[in-house]
T-cell receptor, first 111, second 115 residues
Framework: GENVEQHPSTLSVQEGDSAVIKCTYSDSASNYFPWYKQELGKRPQLIIDIRSNVGEKKDQRIAVTLNKTAKHFSLHITETQPEDSAVYFCAASGPDYKLSFGAGTTVTVRA | GAGVSQSPSNKVTEKGKDVELRCDPISGHTALYWYRQSLGQGLEFLIYFQGNSAPDKSGLPSDRFSAERTGGSVSTLTIQRTQQEDSAVYLC?????????????FGPGTRLTVL
């Protein structure tokens, strides 16, 4: 089955700086890569996703890149704000539809 | 409209007891998923229901775990003879069609503690 690894496990950034989270996956058949944000005590929510026919996607301050050859994808948050503090999960799924999640990255934005 | 709801929000039980966790998906969503989230870990897939198809139970960790979905809507996850390692947050999610490219909407979860 699919195995998703996520790094780093924790990330502390100064407000206004950028944050980058990287994930790798094992199954070359995977073709859908969503990112979820989970604030403390709340449910995960989709913030951005990318499909295998696209190399990059951007939505305001967040962007995701995908390198299918290397089987890795990354989340970039620019101009970080305190409300960006949360746990971020990457995930991958292929023809079997099941999402395999990374272990999560706890992002702390320092004021 | 209403999102995915789960009950109870918290459940404390003694080792060896059975528990039932409930999930009410978003109305009209045909796909329903159960995940388990242990402390500091990612989301572990448990089971998937899509319409009238046979559920995918490949993620259930043991035969003590079972789930059903009645009338294509509400789902119940049952854990028999609970063990301490079952302690986790159990999350339910639903999506409009199932399969790829359909956003999964998560419920608030049920925090299960087995003493």
């Amino acid at each position: 089955g699919e195995n998703v690894e996520q790094h780093p496990s924790t990330l502390s950034v100064q407000e206004g700086d950028s944050a980058v989270i990287k994930c790798t996956y094992s199954d070359s058949a995977s073709n859908y890569f969503p990112w979820y944000k989970q604030e403390l005590g709340k449910r995960p929510q989709l913030i951005i996703d990318i499909r295998s026919n696209v190399g990059e996607k951007k939505d305001q301050r967040i962007a995701v890149t995908l390198n299918k050859t290397a089987k890795h994808f990354s989340l970039h948050i620019t101009e970080t704000q305190p409300e960006d503090s949360a746990v971020y999960f990457c995930a991958a799924s292929g023809p079997d539809y099941k999402l395999s999640f990374g272990a999560g990255t706890t992002v702390t934005v320092r004021a | 409209g209403a999102g995915v709801s789960q009950s109870p929000s918290n459940k404390v039980t003694e080792k060896g007891k059975d528990v039932e966790l409930r999930c009410d998906p978003i109305s009209g969503h045909t796909a329903l998923y159960w995940y388990r989230q242990s402390l500091g870990q990612g989301l572990e897939f448990l089971i998937y229901f899509q319409g009238n198809s046979a559920p995918d139970k490949s993620g259930l960790p043991s035969d003590r775990f079972s789930a059903e979905r009645t009338g294509g809507s509400v789902s119940t996850l049952t854990i028999q003879r609970t063990q301490q390692e079952d302690s986790a947050v159990y999350l339910c999610a639903s999506s409009s069609q199932g399969g790829l490219y359909n956003e999964q909407f998560f419920g608030p979860g049920t925090r299960l503690t087995v003493l």
